[in-house]
């Protein structure tokens, strides 16, 4: 079953965060390349002292514990999210529901 799921995500081409039970640590933001057996190879970057750092890593199935992915994402705060103009009606946010805290 987790060989067919990471096969299709490595078809979707989306970022993963993959825990890796061995070595009890996650990889962020990684996308699947290739699968070859029970050999997964993942690539993503890193930061490390002011330097970006890109890695291709190869892992056995075996030892991948999760694998989680970002469904979506919504700022924080006061601001209007955009709509797009196919958005039927009965599902747009009210104009209303971020009050102007400037009309006072």
Known sequence: MLHRKIYQLCCDG????IFLRDQQRWIERARILDIEGDLVTLRYETEEEEENCSWEEMVRLESIGAVTQKLASVPKGNIEPMVSEECPEAEQIPNNR?????LD
Not at 14 to 17: A, G, I, S
Not at 98 to 102: G, L
Request: charged fraction near 35%; aromatic fraction near 22%; avoid cysteine.
């Open 14 to 17: 989306r970022e993963v965060w």
């Open 98 to 102: 971020f009050p102007d805290p400037n």
